[in-house]
């Protein structure tokens, strides 16, 4: 049953074939039965997504079921859940139990999609491997020794072992993508605007960006129908109505023009995953587009400037975190101050303390403009870029990230090696851009993902792309062995 | 040698919304601790702010008034700092680029003269909440109700050389604001905050070490505050010393000014734009928006009585000295179709005025509406009565014994106008003081408010002077 696509699984619902009950309870077992070797789930809620889909077999009676009315979902542990252990991955909130749901939540909650669980990630979604969470790292279901990507890890790796059909993100700086490339999954990051950040425990206010996780292109424009929309709570929130996402999935790639950026193919590339990713492009070529050359100059500015901006932003987020009224505490405090260091310092990890230095080192007097106003200028220089290329292209395609997954362990002593792995998609982060990443192949038996970034608001076309692709080849429908 | 003051207040002023400047809980004042705190105003994970729209109005109202460059584009900003209030562990203020730039303010000093005081720039700002001490034994409890509500921070230019100025300023800004209806102006529940940075100098050097006054709840207290604190200020630079920057707080009981800090830490605050919030776009239809519902400032309708009602400059300053006064005044005298504004100007400076501070109302509690006191005017004006017997109405119409109309008619109070009564009540008086008669028939003309006194005394004050006089004048020729 978890091999169905989602479109199998919506008629078979609304036949009567199965139920929502049957299919949550088949997804439920298989959790139990992967999950100990995974590690992919903080929390599994069996009763609440019992219980949501029984009310979604009701809504499937009375007829009023939509596309993803009882397909259950899998949410990433950012996203407050109410009444439901959101922690971010992190003992500051390892005791937090969220009393609202976020607006993404609320969303598939109206759709009737039972929630199966949270996922594991990096903490506070700052990582790029899933190995800062404090509930240990989630694994590669490719290869156990692999790390999922990150830093919404856990959800790839459930959709990719499916133990889940369909599963939520978010993207900072590639949080959705990378996972999805390293995981042999579909996953896109929305125009910064098209999804409520409402409800998402912040890192970086002005670069968080909810999207889907999916298997294929197609799923993620109805699961992306679902999760978007205008919402006021956001200040940031775009107005307006969201397009269909889905409307575009059929229409032809003819003339469709391609900018393939050098500065995309360069040093630090893997050469395996450089051939995946050109063989990719000429399949799309095949469909009837054209691949024009463009240029991206300032794209060696986007780690620096992301790694002053990210952390700045994050700095003042996370101060919220002081063991006063929720979260962790510390044992015995001698005085207040004593009780905002050591909750502070014993309920963080690592990585959060080392990105709450940096930017608070950033911002401070005698250093914010050498550091936080200079790395907003590179940022307006990264985006101009974009600007500039799509003046001669309609999408830019390139690799997701310079190598297929790495090995757990193998980068978690070199921070830089670390951020580096990102460089292909913090610039899109930067600009506020939709980009996409499909499976398109392996190098050394590892998932390598095909990136396509769009200009604002273009997430339609990219899905048409990625669905395109996807009818010609069979990339998204490869299932790790052991998880068939 | 002689010695300069220099002193500059910042005001926080909190504005009338119903709801906080970034969330939708209630402002209401002195509920159950917490129970006016919502996940935003908590700081909870995953809340974010959005701007509550009504803050901008009243905003751009007080800029209009002080003649300020608006902030057509603002930015807000978070401060950061820990301390249990302050629940996300940043203030989100604005720094850069606030909402209301340069203007002024003019005051007057009691001795007439007139200055015009500088108005740095104003912006918006949410407050902390609370800690509250001695509720649960060795702890320190926290309430979030005030945390999110909307301030607007009016900071001076340091244009004030005495601690009278400074009042003289805090009063004329608390005047406007509460004329403008932007804030209530409630000083004992903090609504109004007023923050002294004082500091001295020799006369020519360049500005001294200010010390912060903060804290202080009433004007008599803040001009005492000042006061000591100069002369502390003095004193420690004549004595050798060096003022310290630091906040001070005023105690009233032993009348000094002591440090708030023990450790002087030096914030660094680290300032920048907050990512959650977009910039703030005042349009020029915004601004004309509020300039068509802007009401009249005080110092305007100040000349414009003195010149429409022919009021004098004294009568004019006390009856604009708070809009509920002002608007009270206009509706009596709109009431009496304006046949007689100075009358009512009087009315309202002493019988009035004089009743409502005996029994420390407000206007709004006046047991006498602006309807009644024009009814009792419209009868003197008619001459149904004089001022003697209005004072006795006005008195019943206070204690609830109905309007005018209903008073005088069951009290029988209607003055006498009757030629016919008022003659025999002269005849009876003349026949009684015959020597007196004689007295003013030899030419004492004084004798004549004799006689006007003993008439009306015997009427019961209900005949018309008037009429009395010129009736003795044709009986006595």
């Not at chain 1, 299919?23 to 789930?41: C, K, S, V, W």
């Not at chain 1, 800062?132 to 290869?143: A, I, M, R």
Request: aromatic share 8%; proline share 5%; hydrophobic share 40%.
């Amino acid at each position: 049953m978890h091999n169905l696509t989602i479109k199998q699984m919506s008629e078979k619902l609304r036949s009567g074939e199965i139920t929502s009950v049957q299919l949550t309870q088949h997804f439920l077992d298989r959790i139990d039965q992967y999950d100990g070797e995974l590690n992919a789930f903080v929390t599994v809620t069996p009763e609440l997504a019992i219980s949501m889909a029984e009310e979604a077999d009701k809504k499937i009676a009375a007829g009023e079921a939509e596309l993803l009315t009882g397909i259950p979902v899998a949410h990433k542990d950012i996203f407050c859940t109410d009444g439901v252990k959101t922690s971010c991955s992190s003992k500051m909130l390892d005791n937090f139990i969220a009393p609202y749901d976020a607006h993404v939540v609320t969303q598939l909650k109206k759709v009737g999609m039972p929630i199966l669980g949270k996922t594991n990630m990096d903490e506070f979604a700052m990582g790029s491997s899933s190995e800062s969470s404090y509930y240990g790292p989630t694994k590669n279901p490719w290869d156990h020794r692999a790390v999922p990507g990150g830093s919404s890890g856990g959800a790839a790796a459930v959709i990719a072992a499916g133990l889940a059909p369909l599963a939520t993100g978010t993207d900072t700086g590639g949080s959705i993508r990378q996972p999805a490339a390293f995981c042999g999954i579909t996953g896109i990051k929305p125009t910064y605007g098209s999804v409520s950040r409402f409800g998402i425990i912040a890192y970086a206010s002005s670069f968080d960006q909810a999207g889907p996780m999916t298997r294929s292109a197609e799923e993620s424009a109805w699961l992306l129908n679902a999760m978007a929309g205008f919402d006021e709570r956001d200040s940031t929130s775009t107005e307006g109505a969201r397009p269909d996402y889905a409307s575009e999935l059929n229409n032809s790639l003819k003339g469709l023009k391609i900018g393939v950026p050098a500065e995309y193919f360069g040093e630090g590339l893997d050469a395996d995953v450089e051939k995946a990713v050109k063989a990719a492009i000429a399949e799309v070529e095949k469909l009837g587009a054209e691949v024009v050359e463009v240029h991206l100059p300032n794209k060696e500015l986007a780690v620096p400037s992301y790694y002053v901006l990210a952390p700045a932003e994050a700095s003042t987020n996370l101060s919220r975190f002081d063991g006063v009224r929720f979260g962790y505490r510390c044992d015995q405090p001698t005085d207040l101050e004593d009780l905002y260091k050591r909750s502070r310092s014993e309920g963080f990890g690592e990585e959060v303390k080392r990105r709450i230095m940096v930017g608070a080192y950033a911002l401070s007097a005698g250093y914010y403009d050498a550091y936080y106003l200079k790395a907003q200028k590179l940022r307006r220089m990264v985006r101009d870029d974009f600007t500039t290329a799509f003046e001669s292209c309609d999408v830019i395609m390139g690799p997701v990230a310079p190598s297929t997954a790495f090995n757990i362990g193998e980068k978690s002593d070199d921070q830089v090696s670390m951020y580096l792995s990102d460089l292909y998609t913090i610039p899109v982060n930067l600009a506020g851009l939709p980009a996409i990443s499909v499976p398109a192949g392996f190098a050394n038996e590892r998932p390598v993902g095909l990136h396509i970034i769009g200009s604002y608001f273009s997430e339609a076309k990219l899905l048409n792309i990625g669905h395109q692709f996807q009818q010609v080849t069979d990339w998204h429908k490869q299932v790790p062995a052991h998880y068939q | 040698m002689s010695w300069e003051v220099v002193i500059g207040l910042e005001i926080h002023a909190q504005l009338t919304t119903k709801s906080k400047i970034f969330s939708g809980a209630s402002t209401e004042y002195g509920a159950a601790p917490n129970s006016q705190a919502c996940p935003i105003d908590a700081g909870m994970p995953g809340m974010l702010p959005v701007l509550n729209q009504a803050v901008l109005g009243k905003s751009i109202m007080l800029g209009l008034a002080l003649e300020s460059e608006l902030g057509m584009r603002s930015v807000f900003d978070r401060k950061n700092y820990f301390y249990p209030d302050s629940p996300k562990g940043y203030q989100t203020t604005q720094m850069d680029f606030p909402i209301v730039g340069q203007g002024k303010l003019e005051i007057e000093l009691e001795d007439g003269t007139k200055k015009v005081i500088g108005v740095t720039r104003a912006h918006l700002e949410e407050d902390a909440g609370k800690s509250v001490h001695g509720i649960v034994p060795g702890q320190t409890g926290i309430d979030l109700n005030r945390s999110g509500t909307a301030l607007l921070e009016i900071v001076s230019d340091p244009d004030m050389a005495s601690a009278k100025e400074a009042v003289a300023y805090a009063k004329k800004m608390h005047e406007l604001v509460m004329y403008l209806g932007i804030c209530d102006g409630n000083m004992q529940e903090g609504s109004f905050r007023v923050d002294s940075n004082v500091s001295v100098r020799r006369p020519g050097e360049p500005l001294g070490t200010r010390a912060e006054l903060k804290n202080i709840n009433s004007f008599k207290f803040i001009e005492k505050a000042i006061e000591i604190e100069i002369e502390r200020q003095i004193e420690v630079i004549e004595s050798g010393g060096q003022v310290v920057q630091e906040t001070r707080l005023y105690d009233s009981e032993k009348d000094i000014t002591r440090s708030m800090r023990t450790k002087e830490e030096a914030n660094d605050y680290r300032y920048f734009p907050c990512p959650d919030l977009l910039p703030v776009i005042i349009t020029e239809a915004d601004v004309q928006a509020v300039r068509d519902v802007m009401p009249e400032l005080p110092d305007a309708k100040r000349i414009r009585f003195v010149s429409e009602f022919g009021l004098s400059d004294y009568d004019a300053a006390v009856l604009t000295g708070s809009r509920a006064m002002a608007e009270f005044f206009e509706k009596v005298v709109a009431l009496t179709e304006a046949k007689d504004p100075k009358l009512c100007a009087n009315w309202m400076t002493s019988g009035f005025s004089g009743a409502i501070n005996r029994d420390g109302l407000t206007i709004e509690e006046s047991p006498v509406s602006a309807e009644m006191l024009a009814g009792m005017i419209k009868r003197i004006i008619d001459n149904s009565i004089s001022g003697k017997i209005a004072k006795q109405v006005f008195e019943a119409m206070w204690q609830g014994e109905g309007t005018a109309d209903e008073i005088i008619e069951s009290k029988g109070l209607k003055q006498i106008t009757d030629t016919g009564a008022i003659e025999a009540l002269v005849d009876e008086v003349l026949a009684n003081n015959p020597s007196q008669v004689e007295a003013y028939k030899a030419g004492q003309e004084k004798m004549l408010g004799y006689f006007v006194g003993q008439i009306m005394k015997s009427s019961g004050g209900q005949a018309n002077p008037g009429q009395v006089n010129q009736m003795l004048k044709a009986k006595l020729k």
